[in-house]
């Protein structure tokens, strides 16, 4: 991947969560034309960067106004996402690709595109109770 | 009354292997409808659609014909038809 | 004309007996911003784009597709060993009256799926509501994640969540490739 491409979200994957789902796979074809590794995913959101810097998150966050009359005890911040496309702008040629295997399992050949996803209101549990 | 039988386990490993083909081939197929021009893009759709086809062929041996109306051949008796089908696997 | 493959485009596995979760699953079948509505669209308005981006359309439009198998094919995992008693307790009870355990076109709320497709016949108007099409669908399917407790659906959700993104970055070239003049070549 150049400097000038965009999503770099691959580069942050931590290597505690490995995907194991191709273990299985023993086709000879397959092997002999790509290097299969097992694939290293991370399911959070990721860093966005443009040029060789960090230009964004793929998650944003803002807090609702909390009146003293809510009847319900205030959720903490709001979370909405901003994945690639609405930055990368007319993809470039060339660009960093997956293997097949690799592929199937981001949902994308290039990880320049990839904006995984998982729950907020798991990672939001899992901070408090890290916090707390 | 008796089960139908089951895939053997290797089949759903040799499947995963051309579901992961097959979409390095739609994604490109995608990826070139917006960039005509790009030629290393193009000689991998062509490469990459050969090693489908030779994927394909080794599958179909082994579990039978994938593509309908005429595009894969089928050994005796007629084995388009046979189950288990793709949401029932 | 189209040819079915014997084979979804991605595997899908439910790993959790909860008929619950087809109750929601099938708002990406018969819903507004669903498979068949994004399938129908795209293969609607392939007549009346610019041909630059008519085979974009056309391509787009038959994945979706085999994005709305693999969506049934969840919902009818998730049913088929199911009793109409614990259809009952899902929220199916309905839906087990009126179609049995027939996977139908209709949202989660219950509601038949709606002709009402976009599709205006100007490629800017078109486009726009397809970039927006595929947007809602990414939400879709988070919130369906965020509800779900199956990992291993919300893997193949996760699957469907990335290709709208593609979808919707391929929409966006086309508008550029529109806005452009004709006789100008694209630098990249
Ligand atoms: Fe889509």
């Keep these: 991947m150049t400097s000038e491409t965009l999503g770099g979200g691959y580069i942050n994957y931590s290597i505690d969560y490995v995907d194991i789902r191709y273990e299985s796979v023993n086709n000879s074809i397959i092997r002999s034309m790509y290097e299969h590794e097992p694939h290293i995913k991370n399911d959070e959101p990721i860093d966005i960067w443009k040029g060789g810097y960090l230009l964004t998150t793929s998650r944003k966050w803002y807090t609702p106004y909390v009146s003293p009359f809510d009847p319900c005890p205030p959720l903490g911040p709001i979370s909405y996402e901003t994945p690639i496309q609405l930055y990368l702008g007319f993809q470039p040629q060339g660009m960093e690709q997956f293997s097949p295997f690799d592929a199937l399992a981001h949902g994308t050949l290039w990880p320049g595109l990839y904006t995984p996803y998982t729950n907020p209101y798991l990672s939001k549990r899992k901070e408090l109770t890290t916090n707390g | 009354m008796a089960e139908p039988t ?5 089949y759903y490993s040799d499947l995963k292997s051309l579901q992961a083909i097959d979409f390095t081939l739609v994604e490109l197929t995608l990826y070139l409808d917006t960039h005509p021009n790009d030629l290393d893009a193009l000689k991998q759709f062509n490469s990459t659609a050969k090693k489908s086809a030779e994927l394909r062929e080794g599958f ?6 994938l593509r309908q109306f005429g595009h894969s051949l089928s050994a005796y008796p007629w084995q388009w038809k046979d189950t288990p089908w793709p949401w029932q696997v | 004309m189209w040819y079915y493959e014997k084979k979804l485009q991605y ?14 699953l099938i708002e990406q079948y018969g819903g507004a911003d669903g498979e068949l509505a ?5 293969l609607n308005q392939r007549y009346t784009i610019p041909g630059r981006v008519m085979g974009l359309l056309n391509d787009i439009g038959t994945e979706e597709f085999a994005h709305l198998e693999m969506i049934a094919t969840m919902v009818y995992k998730l049913t088929k060993d199911a009793t109409p008693e614990q259809l009952k307790e899902a929220g199916l009870g309905e839906h087990y009256v009126d179609h049995g355990k027939s996977v139908y076109y209709h949202n989660a709320a219950g509601q038949n799926f709606s002709m009402g497709l976009q599709s205006k016949g100007d490629p800017i108007a078109d486009l726009y509501e397809d970039i927006a099409a595929e947007e809602k669908a990414r939400s879709t399917y988070q919130w369906i994640i965020n509800i779900s407790d199956d990992p291993q659906i919300n893997d ?7 290709r709208e993104i593609v979808h919707s970055q391929r929409f966006r070239e086309a508008v550029e490739l529109l806005k452009e003049e004709q006789t100008k070549k694209r630098v990249f």
């Design chain 3, 156 to 162: 193949s959700l996760g699957f469907l969540r990335e």
């Design chain 2, 6 to 10: 089951q895939v053997p386990e290797s």
């Design chain 3, 38 to 42: 994004a399938a129908l669209r795209y």
């Design chain 2, 60 to 65: 179909e041996a082994r579990y039978g014909p």
């Design chain 3, 11 to 24: 595997p899908v596995r439910v790993g959790i007996c909860n008929p619950k979760m087809a109750k929601f």
